[in-house]
């Protein structure tokens, strides 16, 4: 039997930016099994670029990270949310913080995720993290099948009209055209890292194939190294890390031919906007199916892997070092063949 169709839902996903790629999975299924409800996010303000223009949502709500340890902001946050009389309230993050956000909002079901986090009392109803692991956003597509109780489909980041326009007109200030490489090399785990010679070495592969040039993606906190690594690679490649706006990544990603990355948002946004995509895994459980995008995925499973957050190599990170730049290469250009 179908659920009560809810008149209002928030999601609560506050960070990080790949798991708010992944949630997207969730927001597509609410979207297409209640057409009719208001359909809110609760995230950062240094996230909420992502979540703007998203027609799915009715509003993205920014709450910043001071308002999260200050009980006066606290008290206007749930004001606010309390007067917007949400039916449903979806703690898609598990962490205590998200527990008390949700709490805040009210809302006549809350449902969240099973975890070791406290105040879990605070929601109605805590599910396991199921699912198919080693399908893309299976936590998200699993906690949709329970709400909706329907299939979810895979993570899409929609492009919009204005987002697209502001990046035709960058790439020709950058004299780039539509095809290029997109590189994203940089994660916040040095043990998910890709070494930087390897991506030197690819670039120059990739010049030498054809398939460049070459853009470097990140963030502002990455541009001492991405500039490092991009003075190494052929003339024409590019570096744009720190350079894009949050809300036109999507778009970006969208104009490369092909994307090469770690387990990162930026990879996870590329495929999410059907590029095709060379994903390299080492210390973390990849995802093998379930994307709509050509994917390849490059995870040697290791003995010690995935080690996660406990890496036991003394910093020889072997399982990412031994996937060489000539086996990315070789994976890219089949994700380019024709398919017959």
Same mark, same amino acid.
């Not at 009392?121 to 109780?149: M, N, P, Q, V, W």
């Not at 035709?168 to 200030?173: G, V, Y």
């Given at each position: ?6 008149? =209002? ?22 979207? =297409? ?7 809110? @996010? ?41 007067? !917007? ?12 913080? =998200? ?15 099973? %975890? ?33 109780? %329907? ?32 590189? +994203? ?13 390897? @991506? ?13 040039? +070459? ?21 024409? =490649?590019?570096?744009? %890390? ?9 778009? @970006? ?56 957050? !406990? ?30």
């Amino acid at each position: 039997m179908p659920p009560t169709a809810p008149r =209002s839902i928030l999601i609560v996903r506050l960070s990080a930016l790949g798991d708010l790629v992944f949630c997207s999975s969730l927001l597509d299924a609410l979207r =297409s099994c209640f057409p009719e409800a208001r359909i809110d @996010w609760l995230a950062q303000d240094g996230f909420c670029g992502l979540l703007r223009d998203d027609p799915r949502l009715d509003n993205a709500i920014a709450v910043s990270r001071q308002a999260l340890t200050s009980p006066r902001a606290w008290l206007r946050l749930r004001r606010e949310l309390r007067s !917007r009389d949400y039916d449903w309230v979806v703690d898609a993050q598990g962490l205590a913080k =998200s527990r008390w956000l949700a709490w805040l909002a009210g809302g006549r079901r809350r449902v969240g995720f099973r %975890s070791k986090e406290p105040l879990g009392f605070l929601l109605h109803e805590r599910i396991d993290k199921g699912g198919d692991i080693a399908a893309i956003a299976s936590e998200y597509r699993h906690l949709a099948a329970h709400l909706t109780g %329907s299939p979810a489909p895979p993570p899409r980041l929609p492009v919009g009209d204005a987002a697209a326009a502001r990046v035709a007109t960058a790439l020709r200030d950058a004299g780039l055209q539509p095809g290029f490489v997109a590189l +994203c090399p940089f994660t916040t785990r040095p043990q998910k890292h890709w070494p930087d010679a390897h @991506w030197v070495q690819l670039a120059h592969d990739l010049a030498a194939s054809g398939l460049g040039p +070459c853009v470097v993606f990140g963030g502002p906190s990455d541009r001492t190294q991405a500039a490092a690594l991009a003075a190494r690679m052929p003339a024409g =490649s590019i570096d744009l %890390s720190g350079r894009t706006a949050l809300a036109d990544l999507p778009a @970006w990603l969208q104009q490369a031919r092909l994307a090469i990355g770690v387990d990162t948002g930026l990879t996870h946004i590329a495929i999410a906007v059907h590029t095709p995509t060379v994903a390299l895994f080492g210390s973390t459980c990849p995802y093998t199916r379930g994307a709509e995008s050509p994917l390849a995925v490059l995870y040697d499973a290791l003995p010690c892997a995935p080690c996660k957050r !406990r890496p036991s190599c003394d910093g020889a990170y072997t399982c990412l070092r031994q996937l060489t730049p000539r086996r990315v290469l070789d994976a890219g250009r089949h994700l380019l063949e024709p398919q017959t």
